[in-house]
């Protein structure tokens, strides 16, 4: 018997150690095992890859426009008190005020003198050379060497078509013009003189880049039907190749200010021209300026 019981005692024993056993060898939680793969928040992870919004990049890129200081405001700019009378007229088909005023020639083949913009009485351009006086009306005419050389290759072109060209009119200066401009009120009225010439401080033709080209066939004179002769046309289609442009265009004499004029060329380059004269606007359109 007591065999039996010792036996008995010994079986339960093995039970309550074998069922502890089974207990510690089973798995963790799963709740447990879920917390150890958990990753960040999205929301902080987003606020890792976040840049910079796109106004405060934009306005690093943002450049100030340049200015120029060869342009002064017209109440800086020295007085004429001799210069011509400009009428009431203040619309581009008078004398209307001033923009600004340029003081010295920087070299920008883009300059702009018109109605709106003027030059000072001793402006005088850079880079000037004589015009050989056998190519031209008058004598001591000159031009920017640039605009010079680009013509001399037109008009050698011109001449082996059998076009016979001139210059009758190139840089001009202040007090020239002044005259040009009294001489255009004593023939006609105020008010076709500010169509047919420029005042004083605001003639292309201060620039040393314009010039008025005449011919044999127009008997050195200037006349509107020049654009109807074989070597008006020839300029017409031909002169964007050498960087001119036919600067005062028909029909366009509410943003030149001027009346049309087939004879007066302005040099801006080949690539400027070519795009001028393909879309056949204005200087003024293709600055921005009309």
Same mark, same amino acid.
């Given at each position: ?59 690093? $890129? ?6 120029? %200081? ?12 001799? /210069?011509?009378?400009?009428? $009431? ?23 702009? #003198? ?14 000037? #050379?004589?015009? %050989?006086?056998?190519? /031209? ?11 010079? %050389? ?38 006609? %009225?105020? /008010? ?75 040099? #801006?380059?080949?690539?400027?021209? @070519?795009?001028?004269?393909? @879309? ?11």
């Amino acid at each position: 018997m007591r065999k039996f019981l010792a036996l008995l005692l010994i079986l339960c024993m093995v039970f309550v150690f074998t069922a502890c056993g089974s207990e510690e060898s089973s798995e963790e939680p799963g709740d447990q095992s879920q917390e150890t793969e958990v990753t960040e928040p999205e929301d902080e992870q987003e606020t890792e890859d976040v840049q910079e919004p796109e106004d405060e990049q934009e306005s690093e $890129d943002v450049q100030e426009p340049e200015t120029k %200081d060869n342009l002064v405001d017209p109440a800086d700019a020295p007085e004429d008190s001799s /210069a011509p009378p400009t009428g $009431d007229d203040k619309s581009i088909r008078g004398i209307p005020d001033l923009i600004d005023v340029l003081t010295y020639d920087d070299g920008d083949l883009m300059v702009l #003198v018109n109605k709106y913009h003027g030059t000072t009485p001793d402006y005088r351009p850079t880079d000037m #050379v004589p015009v %050989d006086p056998a190519l /031209a009306t008058w004598n001591d005419l000159s031009l920017k060497e640039e605009a010079y %050389d680009a013509y001399l290759e037109m008009y050698e072109d011109a001449k082996a078509e059998g076009f016979d060209l001139k210059i009758c009119s190139a840089f001009r200066s202040y007090e020239g013009q002044k005259q040009l401009f009294t001489n255009a009120i004593n023939s006609y %009225d105020l /008010a076709f003189a500010h169509m047919y010439s420029a005042y004083p401080g605001r003639s292309e033709h201060h620039t040393g880049l314009a010039i008025d080209i005449t011919s044999a066939s127009m008997e050195w004179g200037l006349r509107q039907d020049f654009a109807d002769y074989p070597d008006g046309k020839w300029l017409y289609e031909h002169c964007q190749d050498y960087g001119y442009i036919l600067r005062y265009l028909e029909g366009a004499e509410d943003i030149t200010g001027y009346m049309y004029e087939p004879w007066h060329f302005r040099y #801006v380059g080949k690539d400027v021209a @070519k795009e001028i004269m393909e @879309k056949g606007i204005t200087l003024e359109e293709y600055l921005g300026e009309a």
